[in-house]
């Protein structure tokens, strides 16, 4: 399928985005004027300008909305604070609704302060980040679990984002887990998941190299793929190879989709969530894991040259497609 037909039914496409979302404020400051406060003679950081976006499982969210996808929502949780507010404001701004996430004043919003030069548009200092040490509120959780399984069914396609490094995960614990890969038995669910991939069953689960491999010793002791898809009793797992594209194990056996490689990437962050965006709904659209992994692969060869965490619009798609393909 052509890149404009796959473009033209995203449209009409229904994504749940169920984990962790946070709100990336990219603050532009001044040296000159960082005066000293007269009041305790500290050096002050003097932002001159901030733009906020959606990270985390935001920017699957943002990928999908640039994409023209319509029916974009996230699930997740967001503290009841001034960040929150931010955050669900740049989620309404891409198209994105946060409707289905749980507002609360038990956690603060997952925040990350990027600090960048205004003359020289380089981040060189340390950032400030408003994080959440404890583990997710019991009551937030089961607000969580229950909400996901009223609304999942109604969606097309759910994408789990599972970004946290905690030991049992930030939204998705292990009981939100369990809720998920019941939902999986008969619906398409696609897991992005930085350290657990392998607790996750019957699900399509996409990790980097490095993080699949971590999964698999995990696991099972070694680096075995096609063992491990076999273990999460998964149709289909895709491990994504940077430059080198995306490896395919399903029953079908393993293969190897080569991208288009970048020589001086501007930027990589984000570019496995802009994967998962472009892949996960073209395997909805047409069941066929090269197909995904052709258009995922598209999708992220855009971003990665674009500072920050950047989005691919329908044209830069088109403008971009292997005629081969």
Request: net charge negative; with cysteine.
């Amino acid at each position: 399928m052509r890149a404009a037909e796959l473009l033209e039914r995203m449209r009409d496409l229904r994504v749940l985005i169920v984990g962790d979302v946070v709100l990336d404020r990219w603050c532009r400051y001044s040296e000159g004027h960082s005066e000293a406060s007269r009041e305790t003679g500290i050096p002050r950081i003097a932002v001159v300008h901030t733009d906020t976006t959606a990270g985390a499982a935001g920017t699957i969210a943002n990928n999908l909305a640039a994409l023209g996808v319509t029916g974009v929502s996230i699930l997740g949780a967001i503290g009841d604070d001034g960040c929150g507010f931010e955050l669900t404001r740049a989620l309404a701004k891409r198209g994105v609704s946060s409707e289905p996430s749980i507002r609360t004043p038990l956690i603060q919003t997952f925040t990350y302060t990027k600090l960048i030069n205004d003359a020289t548009s380089v981040e060189d200092l340390p950032r400030v980040d408003f994080i959440n040490t404890a583990d997710l509120p019991r009551e937030v959780e089961q607000q969580i679990i229950e909400r996901f399984e009223k609304i999942a069914h109604t969606f097309d396609l759910v994408i789990i984002s599972d970004q946290a490094e905690t030991s049992s995960g930030g939204v998705v614990t292990p009981a939100m887990r369990a809720a998920v890969c019941k939902h999986a038995e008969n619906h398409l669910v696609w897991v992005d998941s930085r350290m657990r991939a392998e607790h996750f069953r019957k699900a399509v689960v996409k990790p980097n190299e490095s993080e699949g491999e971590a999964a698999s010793k995990r696991a099972l002791g070694r680096v075995d793929f096609e063992a491990l898809r076999k273990l999460m009793d998964s149709p289909l797992l895709i491990v994504t190879r940077g430059g080198n594209g995306a490896s395919i194990y399903d029953d079908g056996g393993e293969r190897l989709v080569t991208g288009k490689r970048i020589a001086k990437p501007v930027d990589i962050c984000g570019a496995g969530d802009s994967f998962t965006a472009g892949a996960a709904a073209a395997l909805k659209i047409t069941g066929s894991p090269e197909a995904a992994v052709r258009f995922g692969n598209i999708v992220a060869s855009i971003t990665v040259m674009k500072p920050g965490t950047g989005t691919a619009s329908p044209e830069e798609v088109l403008a971009n497609e292997n005629p081969g393909d």
